[in-house]
């Protein structure tokens, strides 16, 4: 079947920025069909071009399911992918990219089925870094996983899997393999038998058990040991066999873990710690044991303060901060399964989780509320906060309660669940009613609601949600406030609303039912909108029942098909050559006699063994072809899962355009209808005006006769006012003419004048010339004067320079005069005195 064969791509639908949005989806679904037609280069060129491209998109939104072009680009990729020859890697890229959106993770895990095409691309053979990548996608893709029974790839998975946990960890890298193969071992066998049969079937169970608590105890991954431990223990003793002091164990090594992961910003660790500890409070056989574990307390206390730090190095790190925005939505996750176990020793935190959720607002929003909802919520049936608790809750209310601007789709639903929660606590209604608006409310809910609408099967879960908390809010509020009373109204005539309490009314989801019932059954409902929400449920409940017989008419019809092709390939396995049939008919009868006569010793074990050997051949044969019929099953099944996701949202898009369409008709019909009644207004105000009209114009017609008699006598009067104007114009103008002739002479003796008065000027500049000449050449001199006597000041300055130098020489030279003299005066004394000595009688 060409689940993508359909060529309507709703672009009536769309606009501009829709078709430029999904544009390589488009055509990467075309390349793809050129690739399976033709299985050339240039296809496969293309492919790896746009998935690349795809796969460095910046907007998570083009993976949402919701969409046709969406169905279509991932049918096309589990197409191409399980081809041999097309792009794997490039797809594993994308795969990766898609898994970070949560409606297109759960589509790729539970609609598209791209395990089985990653678990053939696992192997020995490629490189460690490849390794790495297509374990980080199959850990987030098999995350739910639903196996129901012996898919062909597991016995395979397993044996790789499990080698790659058992290998000894030499190198970081093989510890990381290790890491992540226990992972996706972990999500591939919990809840799921057949992956835990064949997970026994490939390894010695104990030993895998010893090295399991090894880990535990001293490696890596205790939590996702523990759920493995958990798994395996409830396969082969059973779930009721779990002892408490079992879960005991298990929530001290998460306990433990998720404070280790705190300290070390690990987001996988804490990821795992809140899968478990959320797996160990939904199951209701082991929900009574967590509740009973008493030490909770004091590691939680130390986590609040870890995490505290994590939100001020969140605000102010630079380098990484998806990685500390990760840790903290863990974080708050793991805490929100906590304290929704509403158990009594936690509430003494609920103050400082209430603050934390503050802090931790400012960057991860939507946590941090859902966090604090599970806080408020808790004293629903009380109707009053502990005073500790309401007074940081007031310090930090307003900023809570602004709607959230950014990407309101995502985080609006949270917020919908806080203003909901606050608004069961007498203190805090008049908070709600006086921070949030009816307008902002609603704008919030359709903001949702849109977002919703096209995330495939978690946005329906997502918007019955949404609708329930904001009618409910509604409904709370209604009776305070005739705004909110307004509001309820629109909220209950708006069509995508009713549908969805239609939906949440008629679903499986018993908690679900009584919610909508509640509301329904609430004294402030309007009875009309009931009978609308019923009737609209019988009509939604009568198309679901059709839509339901013709799928499960299409998928018996392939299951016969397949049924058939695996009875023809088992008779055809039991076949066997006519001697051989002979042989084994004679053996047989041989076997029957012997028994008979008690011979069974007499029987050769040769030909037992060749009976064995026969019999083993067939059922190895007939496994072959149960193995091969069952692929070729599940990826019939599969592309029926394709097809029936494609049909699902165009069907969705087609109910939204009829519903846009019967929008528009009510509308234009109402415009129609209020044009004709303007248009009735128009034609009596139309005769009105054309018979005052008419009354008008016999008045301005004998007003024209009047204005005309007076007109002429005023133009008579105006003749004879201009003759003797007239008149007096060429008495003046003959005057002027006088008066200009004295002018003209006045004006030539005053020319004379000024020609004498230009020559003096002339004159004047000239002398005035000759003066800026002089003073120029004065200028000259005294600028030459002053080089002359700078230059002699210079000389001056140098020769008394050199005259006290030659002073200091002069006295330097008569010291020295004088030194020599005194030297002169005592050689002598002493030559005297030596010469008196000598001349003495001896």
Same mark, same amino acid.
């Given at each position: 079947?060409?689940?993508?064969?359909?060529?309507?791509?709703?672009?009536?639908?769309?606009?501009?920025?829709?078709?430029?949005?999904?544009?390589?989806?488009?055509?990467? *679904?075309?390349?793809?069909?050129?690739?399976?037609?033709?299985?050339?280069?240039?296809?496969?060129?293309?492919?790896?071009?746009?998935?690349?491209?795809?796969?460095?998109?910046?907007?998570?939104?083009?993976?949402?399911?919701?969409? +046709?072009?969406?169905?279509?680009?991932?049918?096309?990729?589990?197409?191409?992918? &399980?081809?041999?020859?097309?792009?794997?890697?490039?797809?594993?890229?994308?795969?990766?990219?898609?898994?970070?959106?949560?409606?297109?993770?759960?589509?790729?895990?539970?609609?598209?089925?791209?395990?089985?095409?990653?678990?053939?691309?696992?192997?020995?053979?490629? +490189?460690?870094?490849?390794?790495?990548?297509?374990?980080?996608?199959?850990?987030?893709?098999?995350?739910?996983?639903?196996?129901?029974?012996?898919?062909?790839?597991?016995?395979?998975?397993?044996?790789?899997?499990?080698?790659?946990?058992?290998?000894?960890?030499?190198? %970081?890298?093989?510890?990381?393999?290790?890491?992540?193969?226990?992972?996706?071992?972990?999500?591939?066998?919990?809840?799921?038998?057949?992956?835990?049969?064949?997970?026994?079937?490939?390894?010695?169970?104990?030993?895998?058990?010893?090295?399991?608590?090894?880990?535990?105890?001293?490696?890596? @991954?205790?939590?996702?040991?523990?759920?493995?431990?958990?798994?395996?223990?409830?396969?082969?003793?059973?779930?009721?066999?779990?002892?408490?002091?079992?879960?005991?164990?298990?929530?001290?090594?998460?306990?433990?873990?998720?404070?280790?992961?705190?300290?070390?910003?690990?987001?996988?660790?804490?990821?795992?710690?809140?899968?478990?500890?959320?797996?160990?409070?939904?199951?209701?056989?082991?929900?009574?044991?967590?509740?009973?574990? %008493?030490?909770?307390?004091? %590691?939680? #206390?130390?986590?609040?303060?870890?995490?505290?730090?994590?939100?001020?190095?969140?605000?102010?790190?630079?380098?990484?901060?998806?990685?500390?925005?990760?840790?903290?939505?863990?974080?708050?996750?793991?805490?929100?399964?906590?304290?929704?176990?509403?158990?009594? &020793?936690?509430?003494?935190?609920?103050?400082?989780?209430?603050?934390?959720?503050?802090?931790? &607002?400012?960057?991860?929003?939507?946590?941090?509320?859902?966090?604090?909802?599970?806080?408020?919520?808790?004293?629903?049936?009380?109707?009053?906060?502990?005073?500790?608790?309401?007074?940081?809750?007031?310090?930090?209310?307003?900023?809570?309660?602004?709607?959230?601007?950014?990407?309101?789709?995502?985080?609006?639903?949270?917020?919908?669940?806080?203003?909901?929660?606050?608004?069961?606590?007498?203190?805090?209604?008049?908070?709600?009613?006086?921070?949030?608006?009816?307008?902002?409310?609603?704008?919030?809910?359709?903001?949702?609601?849109?977002?919703?609408?096209?995330?495939?099967?978690?946005?329906?879960?997502?918007?019955?949600?949404?609708?329930?908390?904001?009618?409910?809010?509604?409904?709370?509020?209604?009776?305070?406030?005739?705004?909110?009373?307004?509001?309820?109204?629109?909220?209950?005539?708006?069509? #995508?609303?009713?549908?969805?309490?239609?939906? @949440?009314? +008629?679903?499986?989801?018993?908690?679900?039912?009584?919610?909508?019932?509640?509301?329904?059954?609430?004294?402030?409902?309007?009875?009309?909108?009931?009978?609308?929400?019923?009737?609209?449920?019988?009509?939604?409940?009568?198309?679901?029942?059709?839509?339901?017989?013709?799928?499960?008419?299409?998928?018996?019809?392939?299951?016969?098909?397949?049924?058939?092709?695996?009875?023809?390939?088992?008779?055809?396995?039991?076949?066997?050559?006519?001697?051989?049939?002979?042989?084994?008919?004679?053996?047989?009868?041989?076997?029957?006699?012997?028994?008979?006569?008690?011979?069974?010793?007499?029987?050769?074990?040769?030909?037992?063994?060749?009976?064995?050997?026969?019999?083993?051949?067939?059922?190895?044969?007939?496994?072959?072809?149960?193995?091969?019929?069952?692929?070729?099953?599940?990826?019939?099944?599969? &592309?029926?899962?394709?097809?029936?996701?494609?049909?699902?949202?165009?069907?969705?898009? #087609?109910?939204?355009?009829?519903?846009?369409?019967?929008? #528009?008709?009510?509308?234009?019909?109402?415009?129609?209808?209020?044009?004709?009644?303007?248009?009735?207004?128009?034609?009596?105000?139309?005769?009105?005006?054309?018979?005052?009209?008419?009354?008008?114009?016999?008045?301005?017609?004998?007003?024209?006769?009047?204005?005309?008699?007076?007109?002429?006598?005023?133009?008579?009067?105006?003749?004879?006012?201009?003759?003797?104007?007239?008149? $007096?114009?060429?008495?003046?103008?003959?005057?002027?003419?006088?008066?200009?002739?004295?002018?003209?002479?006045?004006?030539?003796?005053?020319?004379?004048?000024?020609?004498?008065?230009?020559? *003096?000027?002339?004159?004047?500049?000239?002398?005035?010339?000759?003066?800026?000449?002089?003073?120029?050449?004065?200028?000259?001199?005294?600028?030459?004067?002053?080089?002359?006597? $700078?230059?002699?000041?210079?000389?001056?300055?140098?020769?008394?320079?050199?005259?006290?130098?030659?002073?200091?020489?002069?006295?330097?030279?008569?010291?020295?005069?004088?030194?020599?003299?005194?030297?002169?005066?005592?050689?002598?004394?002493?030559?005297?005195?030596?010469?008196?000595?000598?001349?003495?009688?001896?």
């Amino acid at each position: 079947m060409e689940v993508d064969g359909v060529e309507n791509w709703n672009s009536g639908n769309g606009n501009a920025a829709d078709a430029a949005k999904f544009a390589n989806l488009k055509a990467f *679904v075309n390349a793809a069909r050129e690739f399976e037609a033709t299985h050339s280069e240039n296809a496969i060129n293309l492919m790896t071009r746009y998935l690349g491209l795809i796969a460095s998109s910046c907007d998570l939104s083009i993976f949402s399911p919701g969409r +046709s072009e969406v169905c279509a680009f991932f049918s096309s990729l589990w197409r191409v992918m &399980s081809d041999g020859r097309g792009p794997h890697w490039a797809g594993v890229a994308v795969l990766a990219r898609a898994a970070l959106e949560p409606s297109a993770r759960h589509a790729l895990t539970h609609t598209y089925k791209f395990m089985p095409i990653l678990a053939r691309l696992l192997c020995n053979v490629i +490189s460690n870094d490849k390794k790495v990548k297509l374990l980080s996608v199959m850990q987030d893709i098999s995350y739910g996983i639903k196996i129901s029974w012996q898919e062909s790839y597991l016995s395979g998975l397993m044996k790789q899997l499990t080698d790659w946990i058992l290998q000894p960890m030499t190198e %970081p890298q093989h510890r990381t393999i290790g890491h992540k193969s226990l992972t996706v071992l972990v999500n591939v066998c919990y809840a799921n038998l057949p992956a835990i049969y064949a997970l026994m079937r490939t390894v010695d169970t104990k030993e895998f058990v010893v090295h399991l608590i090894n880990l535990k105890d001293g490696g890596y @991954g205790g939590v996702e040991v523990c759920r493995l431990l958990l798994c395996l223990s409830g396969a082969t003793r059973g779930a009721a066999a779990t002892r408490q002091a079992d879960v005991h164990s298990y929530l001290c090594c998460t306990m433990r873990t998720f404070r280790n992961a705190i300290i070390d910003r690990d987001a996988t660790q804490l990821l795992h710690a809140y899968t478990f500890i959320n797996d160990l409070c939904s199951d209701p056989n082991l929900r009574n044991y967590v509740l009973t574990y %008493p030490n909770f307390n004091g %590691p939680l #206390q130390d986590a609040i303060k870890d995490t505290e730090g994590v939100c001020v190095t969140a605000a102010d790190d630079t380098a990484e901060p998806e990685t500390a925005v990760s840790c903290l939505q863990n974080i708050l996750k793991f805490l929100t399964v906590l304290v929704s176990l509403e158990l009594y &020793s936690v509430r003494a935190q609920h103050g400082a989780l209430a603050a934390l959720c503050m802090k931790a &607002s400012r960057l991860c929003l939507p946590n941090a509320l859902e966090l604090f909802a599970a806080i408020v919520t808790q004293y629903r049936d009380e109707g009053r906060l502990p005073p500790s608790l309401l007074a940081v809750i007031n310090e930090g209310l307003p900023a809570l309660l602004v709607p959230p601007a950014l990407e309101p789709g995502k985080v609006g639903l949270q917020w919908l669940v806080v203003v909901g929660a606050l608004c069961e606590c007498c203190e805090t209604q008049q908070s709600v009613l006086k921070e949030v608006t009816p307008d902002s409310f609603e704008d919030t809910l359709y903001s949702v609601l849109h977002h919703t609408s096209q995330s495939g099967t978690i946005g329906v879960e997502s918007g019955q949600h949404a609708v329930v908390v904001a009618c409910r809010t509604a409904l709370v509020l209604a009776p305070l406030d005739q705004r909110w009373e307004a509001a309820l109204c629109r909220l209950l005539a708006h069509h #995508q609303v009713r549908k969805l309490l239609c939906a @949440g009314l +008629s679903s499986n989801n018993t908690q679900r039912r009584k919610q909508v019932l509640q509301l329904v059954k609430h004294h402030y409902f309007p009875v009309d909108q009931m009978n609308q929400v019923f009737g609209e449920g019988a009509t939604s409940l009568s198309c679901m029942s059709e839509g339901v017989s013709c799928v499960s008419g299409g998928v018996s019809g392939g299951v016969s098909v397949g049924v058939s092709r695996e009875e023809g390939e088992a008779a055809w396995a039991q076949r066997l050559s006519p001697a051989q049939e002979h042989a084994i008919d004679a053996l047989v009868d041989k076997l029957n006699d012997a028994l008979r006569n008690d011979k069974m010793c007499d029987v050769a074990t040769s030909s037992v063994m060749e009976l064995y050997g026969y019999k083993m051949s067939c059922l190895e044969q007939r496994l072959h072809s149960h193995t091969v019929a069952l692929q070729g099953a599940t990826e019939h099944m599969a &592309s029926l899962q394709h097809a029936l996701a494609l049909l699902q949202a165009t069907n969705s898009s #087609q109910q939204d355009v009829l519903y846009t369409t019967q929008m #528009q008709n009510e509308k234009h019909k109402k415009s129609i209808e209020d044009l004709h009644k303007q248009l009735e207004d128009a034609e009596t105000t139309l005769r009105g005006f054309r018979a005052k009209l008419a009354a008008e114009r016999l008045d301005k017609e004998h007003v024209k006769d009047n204005i005309k008699k007076e007109c002429k006598a005023e133009i008579a009067k105006m003749e004879a006012e201009m003759r003797r104007r007239e008149k $007096e114009a060429e008495e003046r103008l003959q005057q002027a003419d006088v008066e200009y002739k004295a002018l003209q002479k006045k004006l030539e003796q005053q020319c004379h004048k000024n020609s004498e008065l230009a020559n *003096v000027l002339s004159k004047f500049e000239e002398r005035v010339r000759q003066r800026e000449r002089r003073l120029e050449d004065a200028a000259a001199a005294e600028t030459a004067l002053r080089k002359d006597l $700078e230059h002699r000041d210079t000389v001056i300055k140098q020769l008394e320079k050199s005259v006290v130098e030659r002073e200091a020489r002069l006295c330097q030279v008569t010291a020295q005069l004088e030194e020599m003299r005194r030297v002169q005066e005592m050689v002598a004394k002493l030559m005297a005195k030596t010469a008196h000595t000598n001349n003495a009688p001896s």
